[in-house]
C-alpha cells in the first residue's frame, strides 16, 4: 500500500496559487493542517486518506482558458471579471467571461445539483465577510439557489453593485438579516422585496 504522507502529498502538489486551501477544504480541515502535515508536524489520518487519494484522483481544480474542451471526468464553472464586494459593495461595469474552473464532475454533484452552465464564479473584495470569505477570494455561486427562506452566504445585487453577505432569520416574515461575518460590519433586517438574489455560495477558493 500507497504510503500518504508529506512527502506523497508534495510530489502530486503543482504549486498553483490556492491548491493546498483547496486539498484542505477538500479533505475537511483547515488551511494549517495541510501546512502541517506539508512540514511533518502532522500525519495524515486514516479517514483523511480516501479524501486525500480522491482529491489527487480527480486532478484538484483548475483554471481553463475560454475555448478549451473540458477535462474528461469534470465540468466547467464559467469565471467572470466581476467583484462581489464584502464591504459596501461594488459597481458592476462589465461581465466579461475571461475563463473557467474545472472540477471534477463528482465532486460538483455533491456540492449541488446544477448544471456547470448555472454557476459562475468571481472574486470578492473587501473585509466585511472574514474570516469566512478574505479579500480576493474566489467564490462560485449557485443561480438556481435564490431561495432566502434557507440561511447561508449569497450574492446579492444592490442596484448595480453586487454584495456577498449572510443571510439570516429577520424580525419579520417579510424580512431577512443581512449579516456581515466580521464584527465590525452590524447586521440589517432588510425587507425581502428590497433584495436581488443572483444566488447562494456553494464553494470559495483562496490564495495561500
Do not use: C
Not at 12 to 34: H, S, W, Y
Not at 77 to 89: L, M, N, R, T
Not at 134 to 160: H, P, S, W
Request: hydrophobic share 40%; charged share 25%.
Amino acid at each position: 500500500m500507497e504510503v500518504i504522507d508529506a512527502r506523497w502529498i508534495s510530489s502530486r502538489l503543482t504549486g498553483r496559487r490556492g491548491e493546498r486551501a483547496e486539498l484542505a477544504r477538500f479533505i475537511g480541515v483547515k488551511p494549517d493542517v495541510v501546512t502541517k502535515i506539508l512540514s511533518g508536524e502532522r500525519r495524515v489520518q486514516p479517514e483523511e486518506i480516501p479524501r486525500v487519494l480522491q482529491y489527487f484522483e480527480q486532478g484538484g481544480i483548475h483554471e481553463v482558458p475560454n475555448g478549451s474542451a473540458a477535462p474528461e471526468g469534470a465540468d466547467l464553472v464559467p469565471v467572470y471579471d466581476v467583484s462581489a464586494s464584502a464591504g459596501h459593495g461594488a459597481v458592476v461595469d462589465v461581465e466579461e467571461h475571461i475563463s473557467n474552473l474545472a472540477f471534477s464532475t463528482q465532486y460538483l454533484r455533491e456540492m449541488t445539483s446544477a448544471k456547470g452552465n448555472q454557476l459562475v464564479a468571481i472574486r470578492v473584495k473587501g473585509d466585511s465577510m472574514t474570516p469566512t470569505i478574505q479579500d480576493d477570494d474566489m467564490v462560485v455561486i449557485d443561480r438556481t439557489k435564490t431561495n432566502l427562506d434557507y440561511d447561508g452566504l449569497f450574492v446579492l445585487r444592490v442596484g448595480e453593485a453586487l454584495q456577498i453577505k449572510r443571510i439570516g432569520r429577520g424580525s419579520r416574515r417579510t424580512s431577512v438579516m443581512v449579516i456581515a461575518d466580521n464584527s465590525l460590519y452590524p447586521p440589517v433586517d432588510t425587507e425581502r422585496t428590497e433584495i436581488d438574489v443572483v444566488g447562494k455560495v456553494i464553494w470559495y477558493g483562496r490564495k495561500v
